[in-house]
């Protein structure tokens, strides 16, 4: 198995554009998790989804981020418009009922 | 509100001294309770799981935990470090009575650094 697929790895871009980030679970779990993490604030959930449904954005920091998950294999949290402040490492998890989450390799965020 | 608590933000050691790092949790509940470290530049990986049965439970790389219930606590051990166990450590918790969501509860994590 793959494992957590992300994309892009890397991304710079400037204060005002929008951001995609994607992600692919893997196969059969039916959880996914998005996670932000930065030195200041550590990690933090922000957005879960079972069986492609919102389950938890509480952790979604403002109307600027949103997330969504069109199916079973495939993710994605979207930053318009972005801000220095939203610069950090994103990462997406998977899981079924009983595993633990599965982290992918990260997206780290540059925002200028 | 439910919390995880790792007592030691940064621990410093020396190669083969031995290693405890403190996880409490705050739930009253059957839980699953989790370690996992992220080495410099890297994601989390998964280094011990309790879901069930015999509350000492072996890991990778030598690692183990000890879930004692009556202490809601679930501290990661290592008898000899080596310089590659730096990194950062992070304790979870999933609740297991909180129905459909299977969040879980992250401790604020305790930068390890050994030198050799």
């Known amino acids: 198995d793959a494992g957590v697929i992300q994309s892009p790895r890397h991304e710079v871009t400037e204060m005002g554009q929008e951001v995609t980030l994607r992600c692919k679970p893997i196969?059969?779990?039916?959880?996914l998790f998005w996670y932000r993490q930065t030195m200041m604030r550590g990690l933090e959930l922000l957005i879960y989804f079972n069986n492609n449904v919102p389950i938890d954005d509480s952790g979604m920091p403002e109307d600027r981020f949103s997330a969504k998950m069109p199916n079973a294999s495939f993710s994605t949290l979207k930053i318009q418009p972005s801000e220095p402040r939203d610069s950090a490492v994103y990462f997406c998890?998977?899981?079924?009922?009983?595993?633990?989450?599965?982290f992918g390799p990260g997206t780290r965020l540059t925002v200028l | 509100a439910q919390s995880v608590s790792q007592h030691n933000h940064h621990v410093i050691l020396s190669e083969a001294a031995s290693l405890e790092l403190g996880c409490n949790y705050s739930?009253?509940?059957?839980?699953?309770l989790f370690w996992y470290v992220q080495y410099p530049g890297q994601h989390l990986q998964l280094l011990l799981k309790?879901?069930?049965?015999d509350p000492l439970v072996k890991g990778i790389k030598g690692f183990e935990a000890e879930f004692i219930k009556s202490k809601f606590s679930f501290n990661l051990r290592k008898p000899s470090v080596q310089w590659s166990d730096t990194a950062e450590y992070f304790c979870a918790v999933s609740d297991l009575n909180a129905g459909n969501n299977r969040k879980l509860i992250w401790g604020l994590g305790t930068s390890l650094a050994v030198n050799p």
């Open positions: 998890a998977s899981s079924s009922l009983d595993t633990e989450q599965f």
């Open positions: 309790y879901f069930s049965g």
């Open positions: 196969s059969g779990h039916n959880s």
């Open positions: 739930y009253g509940g059957t839980v699953n």
